[in-house]
């Protein structure tokens, strides 16, 4: 069993340590620090942060499979209605960086039905394969056929990376796939980044609703997987002159079974646009005073072509459905453009929308934690600055 | 209808504070909770057992401390708690965490319905409960935002997606991951909490289980974090102040500028 343990010897006291460990489990008591080990995740942080070499982590050796096996990125292409997903896009963008790094191949597998024109999209989006699995009862996700096939081709081809969306979709089938190939798993990551020397992924994701970030890797275990939150990458350019190949793989009538039937697929975000695809969103907060008043922020998102999002507490009001929510608990956006009104930034909000290019945010309160994050903070009411924006904006963009 | 409630114990993130001197995270008097998410998928197990007659039990892995919120699942009425609780689970990453936990499940035996929450609120990993249903080899729904019908054999569900929803029908045994709006958790009643007091859950150590020890805690975790940091604070922009008509000229014009409208 591994364990981590402090050498009293070389211990100084000096706190490093305490600071470091995000945990809160590590306290000084008479110059030495000491381990609550009900805290302790074996996380190793404080090992690095220690200057004097007092703190020990052992651990177990690890069956070590070979790296070098293993070559390639790929990225799982979402579809959906026959319809290549923009994340995927920003998977080939953050995907070809990394295969350039590890000058490796770039491939996309994609299940679906009647998709060889989408097949095409990928390599005008820069990969170099693309493995193709057609199919009518692949046409829709389920979460059964589409593990069993994914993984049935990761052990076959063996890449050394698997990137797929930290969508609806890819969050129910990877960690399906993870667990199929005892491999690890980083999930929602928002930074990627290759360490040459061991060829390995370095995985950031915000942890603690956001308040702290951590990187995290995979080193004895192939391949190195890791879900990608939406919005945050870049998407690749499209090149038409991009050449590739696409590569049709069979797979036999046992591999498609699935024992969930899905009956139904239903739209329900009507008035505007998907939240999560949307490039200008207009939230708003309780400084609206009531329901009727997110005809404001409709009429303003309404000229901006953007959708309608809302905190919280304006949904708990229940002055707009809950697929509207922004946040920790509701959903998580990258707009271009985020447009607060009203909202005074509790953390659990901003964790949801502070990755947004641009942040304007209406508030009265000019103490109000959301100015932290805006890059333009509005120090007004909201009831004069929203109407005024939707005119001078349906005045711009006519 | 035997429901087993996954319920992880998360510090209170929203009582988080980062330390402004050294960029720290500062827990120091953080209190532990229920999993916000976890608490629709107790409220979700009890309806159920309302609804159809059986038996709710919570289990969960991690530190005795989790007794107090295994305790807290009691007072709102589930009828049994397993801890999972062993130095050597410590370290577990998700896949660990699913395996420690898939063993657990069959150890209770007998289950019609596994349900988690979406996510943790620590990690937010949301890997969990797939994990688990593999490892079980049971079907899954993930984001499940109501059960529509349920009966011994079966259930149809809506599951959430980024448009709308999907309706599912699956075969029991299942496993279901909720999200908030499938309901809204009852809170202690009084009786239960009388019972709570005395509540003792089962605690079963390591030795207690069969598990593969390579699969368990930090050697059983794939993944390792190497690097804990707090974000740069986000540089607060341009603050405006004054006259609305200026300020809007302004912004649009910047907005403009950015070929952001
Ligand atoms: C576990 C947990 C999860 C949560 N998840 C989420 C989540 O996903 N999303 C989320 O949003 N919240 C979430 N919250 C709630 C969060 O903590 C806040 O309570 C919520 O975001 C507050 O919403 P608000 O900003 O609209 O309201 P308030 O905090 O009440 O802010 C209203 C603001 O409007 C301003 N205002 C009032 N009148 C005017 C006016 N005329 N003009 C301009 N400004 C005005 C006020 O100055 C104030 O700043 C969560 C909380 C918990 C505990
Ligand atoms: N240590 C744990 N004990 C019990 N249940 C857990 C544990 N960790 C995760 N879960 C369950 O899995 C869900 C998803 O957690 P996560 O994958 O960590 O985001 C949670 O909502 C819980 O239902």
Redesign the pocket.
């Known amino acids: 069993m591994s364990d981590i343990e402090i050498i009293q010897e070389k211990c100084v006291g000096c706190e490093l340590c305490v600071l470091a460990c995000p945990f809160a489990a590590i306290t000084i008591v008479e110059n030495l620090a000491i381990i609550d080990y009900d805290r302790c995740t074996l996380c190793g942080a404080c090992v690095s942060s220690c200057n004097f070499e007092a703190i020990v982590l052992r651990k177990e050796k690890k069956e070590e499979i070979s790296p070098e096996t293993y070559k390639g990125v790929w990225v799982f292409a979402e579809q959906k209605k026959g319809k290549i997903q923009s994340v995927t896009y920003e998977l080939l963008g953050e995907g070809k960086k990394l295969a350039d790094t590890l000058q490796v191949e770039l491939s996309a597998i994609l299940l679906g039905y009647q998709m060889e024109q989408e097949a095409q999209n990928l390599i005008k989006r820069g990969a170099d394969k693309v493995y193709l699995v057609d199919s009518p009862f692949l046409k829709d996700y389920l979460d059964e056929p589409y593990a069993v096939i994914v993984t049935d081709l990761i052990q076959g081809y063996k890449p050394e990376i698997f990137l797929c969306g930290a969508t609806v979709i890819g969050r129910s089938l990877i960690p399906k796939v993870a667990v199929k190939l005892k491999t690890g798993l980083t999930a929602d990551c928002t930074g990627l980044a290759i360490e040459e020397e061991r060829r390995l992924l370095l995985q950031t994701r915000p942890a603690f609703?956001g308040n702290i970030m951590a990187t995290i890797i995979c080193s004895n275990h192939r391949p190195q997987m890791a879900t990608v939150r939406h919005k945050v990458m870049k998407e690749a350019p499209l090149n038409p002159e991009h050449e590739g190949e696409i590569i049709r793989k069979e797979f036999s009538q046992t591999k498609f079974v699935s024992r969930t039937k899905l009956l139904d697929i239903v739209e329900e975000i009507t008035s505007t646009v998907n939240l999560a695809e949307a490039d200008i969103i207009v939230s708003?907060?309780?400084?609206?005073?009531a329901p009727e008043n997110f005809k404001l922020i409709e009429e303003l998102a309404k000229v901006l072509k953007g959708a309608v999002g809302?905190?919280?507490?304006?949904?708990?009001a229940g002055w707009i459905p809950y697929s509207h929510?922004?946040?920790?608990?509701?959903?998580t956006v990258c707009p271009k453009l985020y447009i607060?009104?009203?909202?005074?930034?509790?953390?659990?909000?901003l964790?949801?929308m502070q990755s947004s290019e641009c942040i304007v945010a209406?508030?009265?309160?000019q103490n109000?934690p959301?100015f932290k994050v805006a890059t333009f903070g509005i120090v007004?009411?909201?009831?004069?600055?929203v109407p005024a924006l939707t005119k001078k904006f349906s005045e711009l963009l006519k | 209808m035997q429901i087993i409630v996954c319920i992880k114990q998360v510090p209170?993130?929203?009582e988080v504070k980062i330390d402004p001197k050294t960029n720290t995270l500062v827990r120091e008097g953080v209190p532990s909770i229920i999993n916000?998410f976890d608490m629709y998928a107790i409220e979700e197990g009890l309806r159920l057992r309302e609804k159809v007659g059986g038996k709710v039990t919570v289990l969960s892995m991690g530190p005795l401390q989790v007794v107090d919120s295994l305790k807290e699942a009691i007072s709102m009425g589930v009828d049994s708690a397993v801890l999972l609780s062993d130095r050597a689970f410590a370290g577990a990453d998700t896949l660990a965490t699913s395996y420690t936990l898939s063993v657990g499940i069959r150890k209770i035996g007998q289950f019609d319905l596994i349900i988690c929450g979406k996510q943790a609120?620590d990690g937010d990993t949301a890997q969990v409960g797939p994990g688990i249903a593999e490892l079980l080899d049971i079907p899954q729904v993930a984001f499940v935002k109501k059960i529509e019908e349920i009966t011994e054999k079966s259930a149809r569900v809506q599951r959430m997606t980024e448009e709308g929803y999907e309706v599912i029908e699956t075969p029991l045994p299942a496993l279901f991951t909720v999200v908030k709006e499938i309901n809204e958790p009852r809170l202690p009643s009084l009786k239960g909490k009388i019972r709570a007091k005395n509540y003792q859950p089962q605690i079963w150590a390591s030795k207690d289980l069969e598990v593969e020890t390579k699969r368990i805690g930090l050697d059983g975790s794939p993944t390792q974090v190497i690097k804990v940091f707090t974000p740069p604070p986000k540089m607060g922009g341009e603050i405006l102040k004054g006259e609305t008509t200026e300020i809007v000229e302004k912004v649009a014009s910047a907005l403009r500028e950015r070929q952001i409208v």
Request: proline share 2%; net charge neutral.
């Open positions: 609703g708003g907060g309780r400084g609206l005073k809302a905190s919280r507490a304006a949904v708990d929510q922004v946040g920790q608990t509701g959903k607060a009104c009203g909202i005074s930034g509790a953390i659990q909000h964790v949801g209406i508030n009265k309160d109000a959301i007004g009411d909201l009831f004069e600055v | 209170d993130t929203t916000p609120i």
